[in-house]
């Protein structure tokens, strides 16, 4: 059973920063790409970044390029986002999830933590 659990969220005010962690137990995600999606108030769920095993590229949004960086520690079976400069408009659900032995979709989902910008 793969399980995934973020932290880090809360309130910041605009232009701080946060940093999500999103720990996996359960099997190792040292073959899984890694990937943040948010989901905003009467939004559909977006990808935000992504992470790959096989050579640990990212991918990054337009809207969070230059702001946010996503890293992981395969050791430690974790992936972070660092979010700077956070905006009114990066207020949302953020998701942390997995996609593992080149399973063409993220199938492994965690309950998801609460970021809110304030003015």
């Known amino acids: 059973q793969v399980q995934l659990v973020e932290s880090g969220g809360g309130l910041v005010q605009a232009g701080g920063s946060l940093r999500l962690s999103c720990a996996a137990s359960?099997?190792?995600?040292?073959?899984?790409?890694m990937g943040w999606f948010r989901q905003a108030p009467g939004n559909g769920r977006d990808l935000v970044s992504a992470?790959?095993?096989?050579?640990?590229?990212?991918y990054y949004a337009d809207s969070v390029k230059g702001r946010f960086t996503t890293s992981r520690d395969n050791g430690k079976n974790t992936v972070y986002l660092q979010m700077n400069r956070l905006a009114l408009e990066d207020t949302a659900v953020y998701y942390c999830?997995?996609?593992?032995?080149?399973?063409?979709?993220?199938?492994?989902w965690g309950q998801g933590t609460q970021v809110t910008v304030s003015s």
């Open positions: 999830t997995l996609r593992c032995d080149g399973d063409p979709s993220f199938n492994y």
């Open positions: 992470i790959y095993w096989s050579d640990s590229s990212t």
């Open positions: 359960g099997r190792t995600v040292s073959n899984c790409d």
